[in-house]
């Protein structure tokens, strides 16, 4: 059954800049394409409607929508409700039913029909990769119902940890208690949790699933995209490399330019960037150079 999806876009990232200071987190270039636009490939074959949350760079991610996506609607905030404000703010472009969040800077294969088909009657059904009993920022118990979350136990009978993988499916009645600013885990998981209401673990097996929220995150799941297309490097169309250039494992974005001679190695050069080899361990952008 198809259900509206929420992606959560509107963030600062901080722990991304310079790069974020010139395009919201979502729209970092992946590959080939925007982060956002795999995003988008995953949740489309479920979604009975896109929503996406917008505040850092709101232009930006308005004129991708306008031009890329123009089926996804775009939820503006003023200043930042948090993910469970922001969820709550946008309930009208939503409609009613069980919502599958998913966080703007996760890329995985994930099966976003198997996550929903598990939903059934729980308050909310996160995905969550098994891990040792106390492990990991979530708990379950044999049943899989989750008993801990970060920190906090709610319940006895924990037998599995486990790691929230940022994408899951809030229910109708937790839908009905979102506060106008906070976060869902804060503000909203855990007092249920503490009410006795069901929040259910999800395993989605063994997928790719990568975290772009740091440089460092960034740059390895850039070539996990890489690694995936058996490709030794990626030049995207109109770009253009020098003769004299040797790429190892890089990823030149469509009317990049590489000049100079030598070699660029582990470079992720943006879309229309100009950058020289040699040159090791950078992101290349129209505006400047990061390392």
């Not at 885990?185 to 772009?212: H, K, N, Q, S």
């Not at 943006?270 to 400047?288: D, E, F, I, K, Q």
Request: proline content about 6%; overall charge neutral; hydrophobic content about 45%.
């Amino acid at each position: 059954m198809p259900a509206p999806v929420f992606v959560l876009a509107a963030g600062l990232g901080t722990r991304l800049r310079p790069l974020t200071d010139w395009l919201p987190k979502p729209l970092l270039p992946l590959g080939d394409r925007p982060a956002l636009e795999h995003i988008l490939a995953a949740v489309r074959p479920v979604a009975r409607t896109v929503v996406a949350n917008a505040h850092h760079r709101v232009a930006d991610l308005r004129a991708f929508v306008a031009s890329s996506a123009p089926d996804v609607h775009v939820s503006e905030e003023a200043r930042i409700l948090g993910t469970a404000g922001g969820l709550r703010h946008a309930a009208e472009l939503l409609g009613t039913g069980p919502v599958l969040v998913w966080n703007g800077d996760i890329v995985s294969s994930l099966s976003p029909a198997a996550l929903l088909g598990a939903h059934r009657e729980a308050d909310a059904t996160l995905a969550v990769r098994p891990l040792a009993a106390g492990d990991g920022n979530v708990g379950t118990d044999v049943a899989g119902r989750i008993v801990r979350l970060r920190r906090e136990t709610t319940a006895p009978g924990e037998v599995s940890g486990g790691a929230f993988l940022g994408v899951h499916v809030v229910g109708e009645r937790l839908r009905g208690r979102l506060p106008e600013e906070g976060c869902l885990v804060g503000d909203v998981y855990l007092p249920a949790m503490r009410e006795g209401r069901t929040l259910r673990a999800f395993d989605p097996g063994d997928v790719a699933w990568d975290d772009i929220g740091t440089l460092a995150d960034y740059q390895a799941a850039s070539f996990a995209w890489l690694r995936a297309r058996g490709a030794g490097s990626f030049v995207g169309e109109g770009a253009e490399v020098a003769e004299g250039v040797t790429l190892r494992e890089c990823i030149v974005g469509r009317g990049a330019r590489v000049e100079g001679a030598g070699i660029l190695e582990r470079c992720i050069v943006w879309p229309g960037a100009s950058v020289a080899a040699p040159l090791m361990a950078a992101v290349a952008t129209v505006r400047g150079i990061v390392t």
